[in-house]
């Protein structure tokens, strides 16, 4: 099982990303997948969650409005489309699978995890 994460970079406040996770070696379309993030010095964060077939998403509070996530199945991929970026959403992003349908805000519950790309947003 590999996740791949791709797309950050370095930006000026008000910018956009977009974020890309392609998956290989599970039955994608089974496992909801979360974006957390980490910033020099804390804890590990969630972010954003979008489940399996798509349908229903999660943001945390700090991320909502400016952040949508969107996934293509067929191609294995979930994109996350950062708009507004804030100095402080600078971090390195992961993105990681699981299939439980509950706690998906905590890191704990996500079996597999992509290697994370970083993200810099200036002032």
């Known amino acids: 099982v590999q996740l791949q994460a791709s797309g950050g970079g370095l930006v000026q406040a008000g910018g956009s990303l977009r974020l890309s996770c392609a998956a290989s070696g599970i039955t994608f379309s089974r496992y909801g997948v979360g974006w957390f993030r980490q910033a020099p010095g804390k804890e590990r964060e969630f972010v954003i969650r979008?489940?399996?077939?798509?349908?229903?998403?999660r943001y945390a509070d700090s991320v909502r409005g400016r952040f949508t996530i969107s996934r293509d199945n067929a191609k294995n991929t979930v994109y996350l489309q950062m708009n507004s970026l804030r100095p402080e959403d600078t971090a390195v992003y992961y993105c990681?699978?699981?299939?439980?349908?509950?706690?998906?805000?905590?890191?704990?519950?996500?079996?597999?995890w992509g290697q994370g790309t970083e993200v810099t947003v200036s002032s």
């Open positions: 990681a699978a699981s299939s439980l349908g509950y706690g998906i805000i905590y890191a704990r519950n996500y079996h597999y």
């Open positions: 979008i489940v399996g077939t798509g349908g229903t998403t």
